[in-house]
Structures are given as structure tokens and as C-alpha cells.
């Protein structure tokens, strides 16, 4: 029988919808598809889908790094549960905190080398919900449900205690995570101008 984990308990951030006006934090002419991980890592199982299903569950952020080799073998419960509900995806490095922010129908990962951590336009307009730290660059985005594994649910809660994750309480619904994609400078690698979006559809 595979056992299931329970939450350990932390502060918790709730964001409820918003009536929508003029100003958003993304820009969905700036959106791009995240890439297919199965190809980059054919060995860890990674979802090919970029959708996320919040119903009454938790969404947690958390650096790969965290999770190690939980992924492997590829047909271990943990593996089977990340790849049906969770995302991951590829972020410009950072070794420090960014702010992960709400608005009703976007949750942003600001990432993008150019904003040089001034984030004063996003914060007018939507609500910090929590901070993440990516030195791996690459993230998962994960949908917390009762079912999920001991193993799994061992390495999220170590996560969340040093503060390398963060669990949001988000509007039910089905979300599509984008790249949204800034202009880059000649020469530069577009990965680092690139911020993170899951979009409530």
C-alpha cells in the first residue's frame, strides 16, 4: 500500500480572484510554449503538459534542486504523481529570492535578466504571494493533493521549512504556464529574458 503525506504546517498564502482592469502583469502577445523537458531529460519522466488543475489544492513552487533524484526510476509512485501534476520548467538561475506575484488571471515568476530585481511596476499592480530561489534554474510547479507520496511529500516539506519553496493557495481552475518572452539583447541567451507565467484559463 503506498502511504500518503500530510502538510506540514506552515504560514500560507491565500490570493482570491480580482475584477480585471487595464493593467496585468503578463502580456500574453510576449507568450511563448515552455519546452518539452522529455527531450532534455528523457530519464526523469517530466510531464510534457504544460496545464496545471488547481481543485481545492494547494500549488507549490520549488527549485528541482530539492527534489534530487526522486524522480528516478521513472515509474516510482513519486515519479507518476510529479509527471501527472506538476509542470517544470527552465528559468534564468538565480541564487537569491524573487517574489512570486498574483493578479486575477496570472501568477508571475519575474525572472527576466532585465529587471535587475526592481520589480516596482509588478508590485503597483498585483499582490506578492510568496519568494522563491531557482540556483538550479529549473522549477516545479506542483499541484498539492491528499495522494500525494510519502517520499515526495519528505522532500517538499524540507523544501518549504528552508524556504525554498512556496505554497499558494490559488482560485480553482485549469492553468497554462507560458514563457513570456522580453526583448534580448544581441548576443544574449533568450532563456535569461524570460519571465514565468501560469495563466488561469
Given at each position: 500500500?503506498?502511504q500518503?503525506?500530510?502538510?506540514i504546517?506552515?504560514?500560507?498564502?491565500?490570493?482570491m480572484?480580482?475584477?480585471?482592469?487595464?493593467f496585468?502583469?503578463?502580456?500574453?502577445?510576449?507568450f511563448?510554449t515552455?519546452?518539452?523537458?522529455?527531450k532534455?531529460?528523457?530519464d526523469?519522466?517530466?510531464?510534457?503538459?504544460?496545464?496545471?488543475?488547481i481543485?481545492?489544492?494547494?500549488?507549490?513552487?520549488?527549485?528541482?534542486?530539492?527534489?534530487?533524484?526522486?524522480?528516478?526510476?521513472?515509474?516510482?509512485?513519486?515519479?507518476?504523481?510529479?509527471r501527472?501534476?506538476?509542470?517544470?520548467?527552465?528559468?534564468?538561475?538565480?541564487?537569491?529570492?524573487?517574489?512570486?506575484?498574483?493578479?486575477?488571471?496570472?501568477?508571475?515568476l519575474?525572472?527576466?535578466?532585465h529587471?535587475?530585481?526592481?520589480?516596482?511596476?509588478?508590485?503597483?499592480?498585483?499582490?506578492?504571494?510568496?519568494?522563491v530561489?531557482?540556483?538550479?534554474?529549473?522549477?516545479?510547479?506542483?499541484?498539492?493533493?491528499?495522494?500525494?507520496?510519502?517520499?515526495?511529500?519528505?522532500?517538499?516539506?524540507?523544501a518549504?521549512?528552508?524556504?525554498?519553496?512556496?505554497?499558494?493557495?490559488?482560485?480553482?481552475?485549469t492553468?497554462?504556464?507560458?514563457y513570456?518572452?522580453?526583448?534580448?539583447?544581441?548576443?544574449?541567451?533568450?532563456g535569461?529574458y524570460?519571465?514565468?507565467?501560469?495563466?488561469?484559463?
Amino acid at each position: 500500500m503506498t502511504q500518503t503525506w500530510m502538510f506540514i504546517e506552515s504560514p500560507l498564502k491565500t490570493v482570491m480572484p480580482q475584477n480585471p482592469e487595464s493593467f496585468t502583469l503578463a502580456n500574453p502577445k510576449r507568450f511563448k510554449t515552455i519546452q518539452d523537458l522529455t527531450k532534455m531529460r528523457p530519464d526523469c519522466g517530466a510531464s510534457i503538459d504544460d496545464v496545471l488543475v488547481i481543485d481545492n489544492d494547494f500549488l507549490l513552487i520549488v527549485d528541482c534542486a530539492n527534489i534530487g533524484d526522486i524522480l528516478n526510476p521513472y515509474n516510482s509512485p513519486s515519479a507518476s504523481y510529479v509527471r501527472t501534476h506538476g509542470v517544470m520548467v527552465h528559468g534564468y538561475s538565480h541564487s537569491g529570492y524573487r517574489p512570486v506575484f498574483w493578479r486575477d488571471p496570472f501568477l508571475l515568476l519575474p525572472l527576466s535578466n532585465h529587471l535587475k530585481e526592481n520589480f516596482m511596476d509588478y508590485e503597483d499592480i498585483g499582490e506578492v504571494v510568496g519568494s522563491v530561489s531557482c540556483p538550479s534554474g529549473s522549477f516545479l510547479l506542483l499541484s498539492i493533493r491528499e495522494d500525494v507520496p510519502m517520499p515526495l511529500g519528505g522532500l517538499l516539506d524540507g523544501a518549504l521549512a528552508s524556504k525554498d519553496g512556496v505554497k499558494i493557495k490559488l482560485p480553482n481552475g485549469t492553468y497554462r504556464v507560458f514563457y513570456e518572452q522580453f526583448e534580448t539583447p544581441e548576443g544574449s541567451n533568450k532563456g535569461l529574458y524570460q519571465n514565468i507565467v501560469a495563466q488561469k484559463q
